[in-house]
C-alpha cells in the first residue's frame, strides 16, 4: 500500500550474520510493527512501537532487536541469523489504537 | 497471547458457490478484525467488528460477530476468482491491547 516500503524485499544471509530490515511509512502513524509469517504459524507478532523510542516484545521476539529513532522508521535487526529465522517478514502501521493495520509488502528473508 | 481457532484451513469451491469461514475464541472478545491475503501478497485489512451480534455486509462479503463475541464468520456469496487468497481473522491477547494475534487463516481456491 501507497505509504509504508520495506526493504530490501528480498535478501539472503549467511548464518550468524547480523541482519538488518527496514521499514517505512509516509504516513506519520503513531504505531508500527513487525510480524514474520510462516508455513502452518500464521503472521506472528515479533515486536511493536508506539512512538519514538517506544517498543516493546511481540510474541516470538527471541533473537530480534529493533530499533524507532524516528516517527517514519521502525528497523528489525536479526542479531546473529540463523536458519530459523527463515521467513517472510511484514511491517504493519496504523493510525489509531485497536484498528486496522496496513502491511507493507514484506522482505522474503533467506538464512542458509 | 489470546489464541483463536479459524475454521476450516482450506477451502476448494467451484466459482458460484459460497464460502464460510469461522473464527472461535473461548473468551469473550472485544473486537475482531478480518485480513485478506492474496498468493504472494501482504495482509489486507477487511473490516473490524465491535458489537455483540453486529452484522457487516461489503458486496458479496458479510461479516458477523456472536451474540457472545466469542465467535465470528466470514461469508462469501457466490465466490468469483477474484475471491482467492488466505483470509484471517485477529483479535487483541488477553490483557494485552497492544498485540494483536492472528489466526491460522483460511486458504481459499475458487475453481473456475
Known amino acids: 500500500d501507497a505509504g509504508i516500503t520495506q526493504s530490501p524485499r528480498h535478501k539472503v544471509t549467511e548464518t550468524g550474520t547480523p541482519v538488518t530490515l527496514r521499514c517505512h511509512q509516509t504516513?506519520?502513524?503513531?504505531?508500527m510493527y513487525w510480524y514474520r509469517q510462516d508455513p502452518g504459524h500464521g503472521l506472528r507478532l515479533i515486536h511493536y512501537?508506539?512512538?519514538?523510542?517506544?517498543?516493546d516484545k511481540g510474541e516470538v521476539s527471541d533473537g530480534y532487536s529493533v530499533s524507532r529513532s524516528k516517527t517514519e522508521d521502525f528497523l528489525l535487526t536479526l542479531e546473529s541469523a540463523t536458519s530459523s529465522q527463515t521467513s517472510v517478514y511484514f511491517c504493519?502501521?496504523?493510525?489509531?489504537?485497536?484498528?486496522?493495520?496496513?502491511f507493507g509488502s514484506g522482505t522474503r528473508l533467506t538464512v542458509v | 497471547g489470546q489464541q483463536v481457532m479459524q475454521i476450516p484451513q482450506y477451502q476448494h469451491v467451484q466459482e458460484g458457490e459460497d464460502f464460510t469461514t469461522y473464527c472461535n475464541s473461548s473468551?469473550?472478545?472485544?473486537?475482531i478484525q478480518w485480513y485478506k491475503q492474496r498468493p504472494g501478497g501482504h495482509p489486507v485489512f477487511l473490516i473490524q467488528?465491535?458489537?455483540?451480534?453486529e452484522v457487516k455486509k461489503q458486496k458479496r462479503l458479510t461479516f458477523q460477530f456472536g451474540e457472545a463475541k466469542k465467535n465470528s464468520s466470514l461469508h462469501i456469496t457466490a465466490t468469483q476468482t477474484t475471491d482467492v487468497g488466505t483470509y484471517f481473522c485477529?483479535?487483541?491477547?488477553?490483557?494485552?491491547?497492544?498485540?494483536?494475534?492472528f489466526g491460522s487463516g483460511t486458504q481459499l481456491t475458487v475453481l473456475p
Open positions: 504493519a502501521i496504523s493510525e489509531v489504537q485497536n484498528y486496522g493495520y496496513t
Open positions: 504516513e506519520n502513524h503513531r504505531y
Open positions: 512501537s508506539y512512538g519514538v523510542k517506544d517498543t
Open positions: 473468551t469473550t472478545l472485544s473486537n
Open positions: 467488528l465491535v458489537k455483540s451480534g
Open positions: 485477529a483479535v487483541y491477547g488477553e490483557g494485552s491491547a497492544r498485540q494483536l494475534t
